[in-house]
Nanobody, 124 residues
Framework: QVQLVESGGGLVQAGGSLRLSCAASTRTFSDYIMGWFRQAPEKEREFVATITRSGGSTYYANSVKGRFTISRDNTKNTVYLQMNSLKPEDTAVYYC?????????????????WGQGTQVTVSS
């Protein structure tokens, strides 16, 4: 069982930045592909970004490409999401997730463990 705890959400003005963190309670953090998803009110959960086990490759949703950066520190069992040039449409609850079995990294159903989420609100 892996527990994931997100932090770093909050209220920010459009154009601002936030850095989300997700700490994992596992000794085998590097065994997991890590992802960030988000869910806005009355919308389905959507893929934001993912990073491979070593951190060597990253993938992004088109809506955040060039503005968000996912990274990980396997020595600290933590994955990050740096969010720049935030827009009101980025407002959502952001979740980190861990996947062990190399399913489709873009699909929420592929991920085995989820955090509780952290709220990000971008005001116009």
């Amino acid at each position: 069982q892996v527990q994931l705890v997100e932090s770093g959400g909050g209220l920010v003005q459009a154009g601002g930045s936030l850095r989300l963190s997700c700490a994992a309670s596992t000794r085998t953090f590097s065994d997991y592909i890590m992802g960030w998803f988000r869910q806005a009110p009355e919308k389905e959960r959507e893929f934001v970004a993912t990073i491979t086990r070593s951190g060597g490759s990253t993938y992004y949703a088109n809506s955040v490409k060039g503005r968000f950066t996912i990274s990980r520190d396997n020595t600290k069992n933590t994955v990050y999401l740096q969010m720049n040039s935030l827009k009101p449409e980025d407002t959502a609850v952001y979740y980190c997730a861990a996947e062990q079995n190399s399913g489709s990294v873009y699909q929420a159903s592929s991920y085995d463990y989820w955090g509780q989420g952290t709220q990000v609100t971008v005001s116009s």
